[in-house]
């Protein structure tokens, strides 16, 4: 029979004023999979950074195995064998995979990969199939790739708790198979493991039990077979919400963006787009699908100035601006807003509060005033705040102590208000819960209906069959095909995504 591998309780954490979890009890038992669920800011990668040692609890313990724990850092962590796999991967690009897994050994093991060791990491590999080039360095690794190691990682120091904060937010739909079915084997060997995910439909195929944080608190704990998508929005959120996505008919107006045989060649020297040809057209979205690494990131830099291309032409309105820096095209009036995949790194700045981030995108126009006016721009940020529920101190609080998700909405928002004619989002929700997510949905419905055109680059098919006009699909940075949404299946995109004609 088994027992309790972790048991949570009246764990109370604080940061300043806010209240990240209060007084929460939580149990996983051996061979378990625990979904943990929870609109962004509700406390699950607080909790889960407590178990792991990153963070002291204020109040309350923590049993692992029936025996209380002190857990002061991860190394505490790693000799209880607890192991997280975080949302951004703690490995070293410059390093091998072999170097990696040995980079967290304690100060009295030497740091070589000896026979032994690699008969070890050899059989953990073969045991859950976790197939890793040991002399392949990170840097070259595929995001799959890197997150498999991870897991190998944790497992070669002994973890029998696992713990994955969304796992699966930049995997393909075969990556996410092959690692549901990693943790359906550490299951079946007697190992705890708890995933944090926005994704309902992953929640009801792989978990056991499903526990529902909402402001901090926990409001629920469920068994995953009495639990549908709807009754646990409604407990993440409180209240009943409405999972369909409208798709509003829209007459598409004007050509904003026309695409003509671009090609581009990324700084590792790899033509990352091939001869792509597209348009964008007034009220409509365009989806854009696609393995990870098929040329997405490089379409939206170079559109938005930020990637040079090798040949092809970017005409806006019929100019074309390719060359041209982010600055020159917006001194030109050209009203374009770029959403990037790195939101931290590109999109917003992490020491600088709510308020001086909204005004970073307008303090350099040529009308603006010479002095800075923070007026306009703390109206903005409470404004976004309140739309879309962000969960801060207020418009002073640095972005940097925001979780991931109410990050993700500072940006959208800056991004939305602009109310830009053409809008470039690449993976507009990752990280997002359900709730904020269809607001996302709902507003870039209503970019369409004010005429603007929407580049939409994602992940989830079903959500891009539901909310885009056309589809185009890339391969190896090739257009496989660009089709109707109306018209379209999620296998026939499946195929053309694995570059199978259809």
Same mark, same amino acid.
């Given at each position: 029979?088994s027992v309790?591998?972790?048991?949570?309780?009246? =764990?109370?954490?604080?940061f300043?004023?806010?209240v990240a979890n209060?007084?929460?009890?939580?149990s996983?038992?051996?061979g378990?999979?625990? +979904?943990?669920?929870?609109?962004?800011?509700?406390?699950k990668?607080?909790?889960?950074?407590?178990?792991?040692? #990153?963070?002291?609890?204020?109040?309350?313990?923590?049993? =692992?195995y029936?025996?209380?724990?002190y857990?002061?850092?991860?190394?505490?962590?790693?000799?209880?064998?607890?192991?997280?796999?975080?949302?951004?991967?703690?490995?070293?690009?410059?390093?091998?995979? +072999?170097?990696?897994?040995?980079?967290?050994?304690s100060?009295?093991?030497?740091?070589?990969? *000896?026979?032994?060791?690699?008969e070890?990491?050899?059989k #953990?590999?073969?045991?859950?199939?976790?197939?890793?080039?040991? *002399?392949?360095?990170?840097?070259?690794?595929?995001?799959g790739?890197?997150?498999t190691?991870?897991?190998?990682?944790?497992?070669y120091f002994?973890?029998r708790?696992?713990?994955?904060?969304?796992?699966?937010?930049?995997?393909t739909?075969?990556?996410?198979?092959?690692?549901?079915?990693?943790?359906?084997?550490m299951k079946?060997?007697?190992?705890?493991?708890? =995933?944090?995910?926005?994704?309902?439909?992953?929640?009801l195929?792989i978990?056991?039990t499903?526990?529902?944080?909402?402001?901090?608190?926990?409001?629920?704990?469920?068994?995953?077979?009495? +639990?549908?998508?709807?009754?646990?929005?409604?407990?993440?959120?409180?209240?009943k919400?409405?999972?369909?996505?409208?798709?509003?008919?829209?007459?598409?107006?004007?050509?904003?963006?026309?695409?003509?045989?671009?090609?581009?060649?990324?700084?590792?020297?790899?033509?990352?787009?091939?001869?792509?040809?597209? $348009?964008?057209?007034?009220?409509?979205?365009?989806?854009?699908?696609?393995v990870?690494?098929?040329?997405?990131?490089?379409?939206?830099?170079?559109?938005?100035?930020?990637?040079?291309?090798?040949?092809?032409?970017?005409?806006?309105?019929?100019?074309? #601006?390719?060359?041209?820096?982010p600055?020159?095209?917006?001194?030109?009036? =050209?009203?374009?807003?770029?959403?990037p995949?790195d939101?931290?790194?590109m999109?917003?700045?992490?020491?600088?509060?709510?308020? $001086?981030?909204?005004?970073?995108k307008?303090?350099?126009?040529?009308?603006?005033?010479?002095?800075? $006016?923070?007026?306009?721009?703390?109206?903005m940020a409470?404004?976004?705040?309140?739309?879309?529920?962000?969960?801060?101190?207020?418009?002073?609080?640095?972005?940097r102590?925001?979780?991931?998700?109410n990050?993700q909405?500072?940006?959208?928002?800056r991004?939305?208000e602009?109310?830009?004619?053409?809008?470039? *989002? +690449?993976?507009?929700?990752?990280?997002?819960?359900?709730?904020?997510?269809?607001?996302i949905?709902?507003?870039?419905?209503?970019?369409?209906?004010?005429?603007?055109?929407v580049?939409? #680059?994602?992940?989830?098919?079903?959500?891009?069959?539901?909310?885009?006009?056309?589809?185009?699909?890339?391969?190896?940075?090739?257009?496989?095909?660009?089709?109707?949404?109306?018209?379209? *299946?999620?296998?026939?995109l499946?195929?053309?995504?694995?570059?199978v004609?259809i």
């Amino acid at each position: 029979m088994s027992v309790n591998a972790i048991d949570i309780c009246g =764990i109370t954490k604080s940061f300043g004023e806010v209240v990240a979890n209060d007084g929460i009890d939580l149990s996983v038992r051996e061979g378990e999979i625990l +979904a943990l669920l929870g609109e962004n800011g509700s406390g699950k990668t607080t909790l889960m950074n407590m178990l792991s040692g #990153i963070y002291r609890p204020d109040s309350g313990h923590i049993n =692992i195995y029936g025996k209380e724990a002190y857990i002061n850092s991860p190394e505490d962590a790693k000799q209880l064998g607890i192991g997280m796999i975080h949302q951004h991967f703690k490995l070293v690009d410059v390093m091998t995979a +072999a170097d990696n897994i040995l980079f967290g050994a304690s100060k009295n093991e030497p740091f070589i990969l *000896t026979k032994k060791r690699y008969e070890r990491v050899k059989k #953990i590999s073969e045991r859950y199939e976790l197939n890793v080039d040991m *002399t392949r360095h990170v840097r070259d690794m595929s995001v799959g790739e890197k997150q498999t190691l991870e897991i190998l990682k944790v497992l070669y120091f002994g973890a029998r708790i696992l713990i994955l904060d969304e796992p699966t937010s930049v995997l393909t739909p075969q990556e996410s198979v092959k690692l549901f079915s990693v943790l359906r084997k550490m299951k079946n060997e007697g190992c705890a493991v708890i =995933i944090i995910t926005h994704k309902l439909n992953e929640v009801l195929e792989i978990s056991d039990t499903v526990t529902v944080l909402r402001r901090g608190k926990s409001v629920a704990t469920v068994k995953t077979a009495s +639990a549908t998508a709807q009754s646990l929005t409604e407990l993440m959120v409180g209240r009943k919400v409405d999972l369909m996505i409208e798709r509003p008919p829209v007459k598409r107006g004007e050509n904003l963006l026309h695409i003509h045989h671009l090609s581009i060649i990324n700084a590792e020297g790899i033509q990352a787009v091939d001869d792509v040809s597209f $348009d964008l057209d007034e009220g409509e979205i365009l989806g854009v699908a696609g393995v990870s690494g098929s040329g997405q990131k490089e379409l939206c830099e170079a559109i938005a100035g930020l990637q040079k291309i090798q040949k092809g032409a970017i005409l806006y309105k019929s100019e074309n #601006i390719e060359g041209k820096t982010p600055r020159d095209i917006i001194r030109l009036g =050209i009203s374009m807003s770029f959403i990037p995949e790195d939101r931290l790194g590109m999109g917003l700045a992490a020491s600088l509060d709510i308020t $001086d981030n909204m005004m970073l995108k307008s303090y350099r126009k040529p009308w603006a005033s010479p002095f800075v $006016d923070r007026k306009f721009a703390s109206a903005m940020a409470r404004k976004v705040i309140k739309q879309l529920d962000i969960v801060t101190p207020g418009i002073s609080t640095p972005v940097r102590l925001l979780s991931g998700g109410n990050v993700q909405k500072v940006l959208l928002g800056r991004e939305i208000e602009a109310n830009p004619r053409v809008l470039i *989002t +690449a993976y507009p929700v990752r990280g997002l819960d359900i709730n904020s997510s269809y607001t996302i949905y709902n507003l870039l419905n209503r970019q369409k209906e004010s005429g603007s055109g929407v580049l939409f #680059i994602g992940e989830d098919l079903d959500v891009m069959l539901e909310l885009c006009d056309r589809i185009m699909v890339l391969y190896r940075g090739k257009v496989t095909g660009i089709l109707n949404a109306a018209e379209t *299946t999620k296998e026939q995109l499946g195929l053309l995504m694995t570059g199978v004609a259809i």
